[in-house]
């Protein structure tokens, strides 16, 4: 089973996305297996992270600014503005793809894990996931 989806994004940051897959889950008529999500972009990320506390999200965002800033000289590929080669080296340092098992239709995350699309630019647009869930041969 696998289908892409076209997600929203406003922005720069960190975009919690666990319901709209849970949403898709529940549709499918597989109840078990594993999940793989694919991002189909080099600009922006996938990650399973802390979904309870915003500081979290602010200081992993904060953190990794300051790790890969805009405006660096060293940077040549600068035609698509500031954010652009920060965005494909932030991309490069962080999944474009994670696994997740399903059981029961209902994903494995921990209790306080969330599925994050991590848009690295300022671009506001859609971004494609690919999903795919491959049945438990049970």
Known sequence: MTETLRLSVEGQGLHEITGVIRNWLARQTVS?????L????TSASLLIQENADPSVRRD???WFNRLVPEG????THTLEGPDDM????KASLLATSLAVPVLKKELMLGTWQG??????RYFRGHR???LHLQ???T
């Open 32 to 36: 078990s297996g594993l999940l793989t």
């Open 72 to 75: 660096d000289d060293l940077y």
């Open 128 to 130: 494609e996931v690919v």
């Open 60 to 62: 992993l965002e904060c």
């Open 86 to 89: 920060p965005a494909h080296i």
């Open 38 to 41: 694919f991002l189909r972009h």
């Open 135 to 137: 049945a438990d041969e």
């Open 115 to 120: 599925i994050f699309l991590w848009e690295h």
